[in-house]
């Protein structure tokens, strides 16, 4: 039990961290802490839903499957999560806040779903789901993030920026569903591509968002100097 603990929760925790490091105004722990929470009890929800959906056999097919019984539900009880704890709160003040908050929502439910697929399937596929399932969930919260963002220090196009935040996650894991759905022989030379395209895009936008605080308080003591 311990072991199976060890390995579901250790890429959870060198993600957050990587994340969290890499923060120029680093955010309240228990903050932190609060949404991670928020985003593991997400977890028995979706199971409920998911398990509904299921049982009724409202859909074989795996298009649907892997966008709307998955991608759709997972990601859409994530981005309303974030607006109602996050999108308002005081310390979320500038761009990168938002990946940090949007990653640890994410992690959150990544951990409590990492750690039941270990104890039901084995601590041997603890190594694939590191690198595959724990951080497409990461991934996925650092896009979220990054619109959410966007949405929150730039006051145009904040509607679309706020839509982009689901809109983006949820096409994207989407995909990553339905390479392992639909192509059974195939999902490895299809997945690692678009598991490496994803963290091309989204180390991008780690960096893009860290800059866009320092160019708000530069234009910011520039004005002050008029």
């Known amino acids: 039990m311990i072991a199976v603990l060890s ?16 923060d120029r105004i680093t955010e309240p722990i228990p903050l932190i802490v609060r949404t991670f929470l928020a985003g593991a009890l997400l977890v028995f929800p979706i199971m409920f839903i998911q398990y509904a ?8 097919n795996s298009f649907i499957e892997s966008f709307l019984h998955i991608a759709f539900i997972e990601e859409f009880f994530k981005w ?5 704890l996050i999108y308002q709160h005081s310390e979320f003040d500038n761009h990168y806040d938002g990946i940090v908050y949007a990653v640890s929502i994410s992690l959150g439910f990544a951990s409590v779903e990492n750690i039941l697929y270990l104890l039901i399937n084995g601590i041997e596929y603890a190594f694939w789901r590191a690198f595959f399932p724990v951080s497409s969930h990461a991934l ?8 959410f963002g966007k949405a929150k220090i730039n006051k145009h196009n904040r509607k679309l920026n706020i839509m982009l935040a689901f809109l983006l996650p949820f096409i994207l894991h989407g995909i990553y569903n339905y390479i392992l759905k ?7 030379y299809l997945l690692i591509p678009f598991m490496i395209l994803l963290w091309i895009r989204a180390l991008h936008q780690l960096k893009s ?7 708000t308080y530069e234009n910011k003591d520039k004005r002050k100097l008029l």
């Open 7 to 22: 390995a579901g929760i250790a890429p959870i925790v060198a993600l957050m961290s990587f994340i969290y490091l890499k």
């Open 209 to 215: 968002a860290n800059e866009s605080y320092f160019n």
């Open 80 to 84: 309303f999560i974030f607006m109602f």
């Open 182 to 188: 639909s192509f059974t022989n195939l999902w490895l």
């Open 53 to 60: 959906i299921t049982t009724e056999n409202l859909s074989d």
């Open 140 to 147: 996925f919260g650092i896009i979220m993030g990054f619109y």
